[in-house]
T-cell receptor, first 115, second 113 residues
Framework: AQSVTQLGSHVSVSEGALVLLRCNYS??????LFWYVQYPNQGLQLLLK??????LVKGINGFEAEFKKSETSFHLTKPSAHMSDAAEYFC?????????????FGQGTTLQVKP | EPEVTQTPSHQVTQMGQEVILHCVPI?????FYWYRQILGQKVEFLVS????????KSEIFDDQFSVERPDGSNFTLKIRSTKLEDSAMYFC???????????FGQGTRLTVV
């Protein structure tokens, strides 16, 4: 079975500050991990993904995440927050082999960016 | 850039009515999915579809739900007798053989009144 836990349903940062959104996963098989962003009244956009290659993954809009197997974590970071980063962020896991397979999502973290 | 297209963007229906949500996946994709997101909650998997049959479904996907690929381009989700608790954003997604991620549509917001 697989699951995802996102620590912190709301994160607030100042513009220009570091963004850190936490994600821990549980998986009995090697996982693929994803971060999606959802802007208000929009769909899900893939930010980045880990698929068993490099453990440090770079995505769009300056975001990156590091896969740490020992900590079962896949935290999302961005060095300097921008007002446009305000959105809902979802971490997701799927099994890392076979067909594409279903995604298991975390509860989501709302990122607020203050001027 | 190819994308998954969902229609309508917003559907309002009366409780007990049947509703069909439409999706046009990316044209060469083979795997299709429906997810839903109740307001303020996480995105939940409903069903996956491959080779003209359901490959996996969640406990949410009960007998009131069905999916169909009526032609070579559309993928539909039908809810036979809608309930208030079916109100949610429904996302369609698709992927190709070997893809590591699914591509999501913009969603259909279903409101049951």
């Amino acid at each position: 079975a697989q699951s995802v836990t996102q620590l912190g349903s709301h994160v607030s940062v100042s513009e220009g500050a570091l963004v850190l959104l936490r994600c821990n996963y549980s998986s009995s098989v090697p996982p693929y991990l994803f971060w999606y962003v959802q802007y208000p009244n929009q769909g899900l956009q893939l930010l980045l993904k880990y698929t068993s290659a490099a453990t440090l993954v770079k995505g769009i809009n300056g975001f990156e995440a590091e896969f740490k197997k020992s900590e079962t974590s896949f935290h999302l970071t961005k060095p300097s927050a921008h007002m446009s980063d305000a959105a809902e962020y979802f971490c997701a896991v799927r099994r890392g082999s076979g067909n594409t397979g279903k995604l298991i999502f975390g509860q989501g973290t709302t990122l607020q960016v203050k001027p | 850039e190819p994308e998954v297209t969902q229609t309508p963007s917003h559907q309002v229906t009366q409780m007990g009515q049947e509703v069909i949500l439409h999706c046009v996946p990316i044209s060469n994709h083979l795997y299709f999915y429906w997810y839903r997101q109740i307001l303020g909650q996480k995105v939940e998997f409903l069903v996956s579809f491959y080779n003209n049959e359901i490959s996996e479904k969640s406990e949410i996907f009960d007998d009131q739900f069905s999916v169909e690929r009526p032609d070579g381009s559309n993928f539909t989700l039908k809810i036979r007798s809608t309930k208030l608790e079916d109100s949610a954003m429904y996302f369609c997604a698709s992927s190709d053989e070997g893809d590591t991620e699914a591509f999501f549509g913009q969603g259909t917001r279903l409101t049951v009144v």
